[in-house]
């Protein structure tokens, strides 16, 4: 079975800083954890940015410049660093994963809530 679980969320005020983590577990031999989204009240889920196998990162144009989505293979782990927050950045923040037999995964998420 494959696990997901986001942390590092909060409240934080506009201009400041948070860091997420996203740590699998499980089944995760042939597992892509690929990608940060989120989603705010009444809205749909969103792609926030995305990091292939080879390490591309593909940041969604809202944030790019202030995020930067890593990953470290060896804690099968993916991060998202977050500056520059904005209150529009609000929501609950999920990493998602494909498998080779093209299954999705989500976490719980972590709520990021940015203060004006």
């Known amino acids: 079975q494959v696990r997901l679980v986001e942390s590092g969320g909060g409240l934080v005020p506009a201009g400041g800083s948070l860091r997420l983590s996203c740590a699998a577990s499980?089944?995760?031999?042939?597992?892509?954890?690929r990608a940060w989204y989120r989603q705010a009240p009444g809205k749909q889920r969103e792609l926030v940015a995305a990091i292939t196998d080879g390490g591309t990162t593909i940041p969604a144009d809202s944030v790019k410049g202030r995020f930067t989505i890593s990953r470290d293979n060896a804690k099968n782990t993916i991060y998202l660093q977050m500056n520059s927050l904005k209150p529009e950045d609000t929501g609950v923040y999920y990493c998602?994963?494909?498998?080779?037999?093209?299954?999705?995964?989500w976490g719980q998420g972590t709520q990021v809530t940015v203060s004006s």
């Open positions: 499980g089944m995760i031999s042939n597992l892509n954890v």
């Open positions: 998602n994963a494909l498998n080779v037999a093209a299954n999705s995964y």
